[in-house]
């Protein structure tokens, strides 16, 4: 019992002593609290008070930002100010000392109308506006003249020689012509039309610097600054009438006139021919010089301005492509005749080798029209071509020349028309261009093979009518013959085979033995009746007479009467058979072995030289006599 009492006591006094501590910490807590109260009170008084301060306080350091904005705006203004006023004295200082310089004054001068142009509170700013415009205005026109005179100091006229040294060498002149090698007209069927056309086609030619490199990026600042200034229109009326001046003074000492189809028309063949040649190779300096080098400069002048570029090259160049271009018009409308078709055909060839060139430097809208009318050219070339190929076969059919061919020979127009078919030859792939022109259809070697056959039929017909000139048949035949077989020849000897084919060959061939059958049978006919008559002529082609009778019941004066007459004929015919002309050696040759074979021997016989004037050796020298177109005065051999 005693120790439950002395727990519970203690317990007690625990307790006791919680409740005191309890008692302490509120009476703590409740004088926190009320310490607590009185803090939050003046510090709410103290906010009261110092409110004003901090508002002054904002006030001020707002005062000093804004202080600091004001000035360094200030700054920035002063600073464009000065550069203004340096921009100022070097435009007013002019480009022609120091264009790069210059042209930076140019940018700064736009910069400060761009700044002041935002800066529209500043009160002086359009007063400072109108001041920088009024300076860039001077400033640009300062430049319009530095740009001319720039321009018209480096634009100098190519002289020929220097043009010329640009050529591929098989194209460059040899003496003084303007055509390639010296040649400015004039044709041989020997020159290989064909090689030359191949050379010129696949030639690099170099254009000529027409203004230095290091003065085109000038330019083209200088330019650049006009676009963006508005003066588009001054810029190019400078740029057209400098540069299109010097590239006619160029091509007018290169030898190019300016003709017009009057003056075309009143020429003399051999003068147009070679002024024709000339213009062919005007066209190829041209294109591929001269153009060529001024579409560089404008396209490096006026770099990322397109359409004025092509504006200007256009304009530059329309005159003197015009002047060009004219001349080949004349001729492609003046009054058509053969000898035409080759220059018609050589024009026609430039033009289509210039074509894709024409394409590239004469591009964009604004040389449409310089474009077209090459190409217009192209075209009216190649048409009159065409319609000069119908007037040909026309002309040869109906050419009713009175020139005589009194021996029988190749006549003139045979020669003429085969030369002809010749260079026709040498023109094969342009002529096949130039139906194709008219005729998409890929049938281009029919088309020249058709063409070619018209044309030889056209000189047969002709040879025909002239053939009935003779009064002697068998010189009728010989003429056919002659001629005919220099078509074959001909034919067999060039590019003309192929296209014709064997057939036409082997046809006419046969033609040309049929004429010298018939040749040999009116000839030689009457003069071998003489000696028809039974006993006087064997079957072997020899004769025999009896040496005291006569067993073929023909009498002895019979005999001599028909050998007088064969040899009076025989003298006859060689009389005028030597002065007919068989020109071909291996044709004649052949011809006199015919006539030789049916020429009776009589060498049997009793005194047969009483009657027999000439024996073998006698007729075979007069039979090397006959064809060879002898001169009645000369003398016999």
């Known amino acids: 019992m005693g120790v439950a009492v002395v727990g519970l006591d203690s317990m007690s006094e625990r307790a006791a002593m919680m409740r005191e501590s309890l008692q302490k910490s509120q009476t703590i807590t409740d004088n926190v609290v009320t310490i607590l109260g009185s803090f939050d009170h003046r510090l709410s008084a103290l906010e009261t008070a110092m409110r004003p301060t901090q508002i002054r306080t904002h006030s001020i350091r707002k005062a000093h930002e804004n202080i600091d904005r004001t000035l360094k705006a200030a700054e920035v203004i002063l600073a464009k100010f000065d550069l203004s006023r340096q921009a100022e004295t070097k435009i007013l200082r002019g480009p022609h000392e120091d264009l790069e310089s210059y042209l930076g004054a140019i940018d700064q001068l736009k910069g400060n109308i761009q700044f002041f142009s935002s800066k529209k509170s500043f009160r002086s700013c359009d007063a400072v506006i109108s001041n920088s415009n009024n300076l860039l205005t001077k400033a640009i026109s300062k430049l319009e003249d530095e740009f001319k005179q720039r321009l018209l100091s480096y634009s100098k006229p190519v002289e020929p020689d220097r043009l010329f040294d640009c050529l591929p060498n098989s194209l460059r002149p040899s003496s003084g012509s303007p055509g390639p090698n010296g040649e400015s007209s004039g044709r041989n069927p020997s020159n290989n039309h064909s090689e030359q056309k191949s050379i010129s086609e696949n030639a690099v030619y170099t254009p000529p610097t027409l203004i230095p490199p290091r003065i085109l990026p000038l330019l083209h600042d200088l330019a650049q600054q006009m676009v963006q200034a508005g003066h588009q229109q001054q810029l190019l009326k400078i740029y057209r009438d400098t540069r299109s001046s010097v590239l006619e003074e160029s091509l007018r000492k290169l030898g190019v006139e300016k003709l017009s189809k009057e003056d075309v028309q009143k020429m003399q063949w051999e003068v147009l021919e070679a002024k024709i040649g000339n213009w062919i190779h005007f066209m190829r300096i041209a294109v591929k010089l001269l153009y060529a080098g001024e579409r560089i400069v404008c396209d490096q002048i006026f770099e990322g301005f397109d359409s004025l570029r092509d504006q200007c090259f ?48 004469f591009k964009g809208k604004a040389c449409s029209e310089i474009r077209d009318s090459a190409f217009g050219l192209t075209k009216r070339l190649a048409q009159t071509a065409q319609e000069t190929f119908g007037d040909f076969e026309e002309a040869v059919e109906k050419d009713a020349t009175k020139t005589a061919v009194l021996d029988g020979t190749v006549h003139p127009l045979t020669s003429y028309v085969i030369n002809y078919v010749k260079f026709l030859f040498d023109y094969q792939s342009t002529l096949k261009q130039l139906f194709l022109e008219f005729d998409n259809k890929d049938e281009t070697g029919s088309q020249l093979a058709s063409v070619t056959m018209r044309i030889m039929q056209a000189l047969q017909t002709n040879l025909d009518g002239k053939s009935k000139q003779y009064k002697d048949p068998a010189l009728t035949h010989l003429f056919l013959m002659n001629n005919i077989h220099y078509m074959v020849r001909s034919v067999r000897r060039s590019e003309a085979k192929d296209l014709l084919g064997d057939d036409w060959v082997q046809r006419h061939r046969r033609i040309v033995q049929q004429h010298a059958n018939q040749y040999k049978r009116n000839a030689w006919a009457k003069i071998l009746q003489c000696l028809t008559i039974q006993g006087l002529t064997s079957s072997g082609g020899g004769s025999s007479v009896g040496d005291g009778g006569n067993s073929s019941g023909v009498s002895r004066a019979l005999v001599k009467d028909r050998f007088k007459t064969f040899n009076m004929q025989f003298e006859e015919l060689h009389q005028k058979q030597s002065q007919w002309t068989v020109p071909d050696t291996e044709l004649r040759e052949s011809l006199r072995l015919a006539v030789a074979e049916v020429l009776p021997l009589v060498e049997s016989g009793k005194n047969p030289q009483k009657y027999i004037k000439y024996g073998a050796e006698d007729l075979e020298r007069m039979l090397g006599e006959f064809f060879e177109g002898k001169n009645l005065n000369e003398p016999k051999r």
């Open 314 to 361: 256009g304009e530059v160049t329309a005159s003197s492509v015009s002047v060009l271009l004219s001349f080949g018009d004349a001729i492609a409308k003046s009054k058509r005749s053969p000898e035409k078709l080759f220059v018609l055909l050589d024009m026609y060839e430039i033009m289509r080798e210039l074509h894709s060139e024409i394409e590239m430097i």
